[in-house]
């Protein structure tokens, strides 16, 4: 059955409509006099799946396609809100008629429990949108615009807290600490934690087994604290460390990745000097822990 409203629901996270796209929005244009465009819109700002604000793809729709009507859909806890908040948004703009929702390939159709019909387009060309996207982030331009856009990016994301672990290693009564090459003083083995680790204590497992090539158990928690990373000393970003003592079950340690040295030590001969300045903080973390 015709209905009033054409209703595209999308995301568009690319930098310029491709064939699919246009495709896309003209079948619905070809069907209805008036159409509506939802965007997908997340509270993430400026992340690989969601690069672009809302504004800028608009901007984007309206300049090839300005007869459109754009409204922001935001991502909900659970797709039955979505639904209802889809619905919601739909009809404060567009308060009597019928309506059809559109949408291509894996699109939102599936996730929808609202009330009005959807019907899914199939393109004559599929093209996926994390593919230009990847495509486009490879290409440096030598252009004003360009180097605005990664400013525009730079300044429109949350500061940033960056997770990282470091771990004492005991054997018996010995301390692992290691050194890297342009550094005079020792450090605790540790790195950032990675999007894939299970949990810190997995973590922490990861950096010991990468820098010293050895295996640890009984990882325990002794505290955490922000690191003073020459790195980012000026930058509004932090690196946040969770400190862990662990002990050696096999192996035997072999400096590896960005560690140029490793030697054991007996905690009551070391000071506060003999480790990298942005360790103190954690040398201190040991010592409380020690004396309990």
Known sequence: MQTDIGVIVGRFQVHELHQAHTELIESVMAEHKKVVMLLGVTSVLCS???PLDFVARKAMLLQKFPELTVLALPDMW??????KTLDHRLREACPVGTATLYGGRDSFIKYYSGAFATKELEPHAFISGTEVRKHVSVEVKASTDFRAGVIYAAYNQYQKVYPAVDVAVFKDDLLL?????YQDRYRFIGGFADPGDASYEAAARREVKEEAGIEVDEVKYLGSARIDDWRYRSEADKILTLFFSAKLTEGQPQPQDDISELRWFKPETLTQNDLVPEHAVLFKLLKANSSR
């Open 177 to 181: 600490l290691g050194k890297k090459p």
């Open 48 to 50: 690989r799946r969601n």
């Open 78 to 83: 659970s797709d039955k809100e979505w639904s």
